[in-house]
């Protein structure tokens, strides 16, 4: 019952955090109208995800940290890079990662992950949905490079769209 009145509980939530922080005024009437909008859009677009996955929300937000936090780090980094390493020094790599992931959104949300990163930008997911080519600024060894991108990120990511 509360799945056909909800059908999306954390877009809901989603949305009226984000309508309390455009609209920026905390009053009653802004969180009623946050809340009807919040459950009118998953209620009105239900038929259109008859497929949607599983998400682990509590581990969707320790992702969210893990990523601003990387973001941070990449962007020191990537300014060092910029500064300090001489052009003729930089190895930059397109690097192909195998997926294990199976669904859309969560491949989704690898590739903007990679892209949010700085240093690195997803460029295109195979045909078949099993490779995400990426590449990166500078990438001495590109086989770890993989490696710690499907550690870091990808095992994460099984976990939350199990």
Known sequence: MT????????????LVIVWMVMVNDLTFGTLF??????????LFTAAYWPGRPKVNFLAGLAYIGLVVWDIIVANFEVAAI??????????????????ELDTPEAITVFAGTI????GTVSADVSACG????????????PAAEVARVKQRYEARLKRIFA
Do not use: Y
Not at 82 to 99: E, G, N, S, V
């Open 3 to 14: 799945n056909r009145l909800i059908p999306h509980p954390g877009l809901s939530v989603l």
């Open 82 to 99: 910029i500064l300090f390493k001489p052009t003729h020094k930089l190895q930059p790599a397109w690097l192909a990662i195998p997926l």
């Open 130 to 141: 099993t490779w995400l080519l990426v590449h990166a600024l500078h990438a001495p060894d």
């Open 33 to 42: 109208l946050g809340l009807v909008v919040g459950l009118a859009v998953p």
């Open 115 to 118: 892209s949010l990163t700085p």
